[in-house]
């Protein structure tokens, strides 16, 4: 990400805090919670993209915002659209789509499955050494 870094698995650090990925049905309560905030068409984005920063916002792992509401109130329009465009991209990076393409997801999977052992780089094998190794239920 440009602005941000990996703060964990499910975590990007942004100005102002840290975005988390939502579930499904997170961005489903946001996306109806917005439409109940907006009046007419126009003003639907901006209600949506202002539900979903309140739900993914968080600073000492608590939420920024109560709602979308608070968000509307506290925010510039243009912070609004920042941050729902990093957690777009964030999600997007996380959470790969099958619309991507075969190609795209291999590349991820490999990615993912290397970055874990790439990262310890041997650093726990003295601990693991220490450790029985089991097979199976009972050992």
Not at 51 to 80: M, P, S
Request: overall charge positive; aromatic content about 6%; charged content about 35%.
């Amino acid at each position: 990400m440009e602005h941000g870094f990996w703060v964990g698995a499910d975590r990007v650090k942004v100005d102002g805090g840290e975005l988390r990925l939502l579930s499904a049905w997170e961005v489903l309560e946001a996306r109806r919670e917005g439409d109940a905030l907006a009046r007419d068409g126009g003003e639907r984005a901006l209600c949506r993209n202002a539900c979903l920063v309140a739900r993914a916002l968080e600073r000492n792992g608590k939420a920024v915002f109560e709602n979308g509401q608070a968000a509307l109130d506290r925010l510039r329009v243009e912070e609004i659209a920042r941050l729902a465009d990093e957690w777009a991209r964030f999600n997007k990076e996380y959470n790969p789509s099958p619309l991507d393409g075969e190609k795209e997801i291999q590349r991820r999977k490999k990615a993912w499955s290397t970055r874990v052992m790439s990262a310890f780089s041997g650093a726990c094998s003295g601990c693991l050494a220490l450790c029985r190794r089991r097979n199976g239920r009972n050992g």
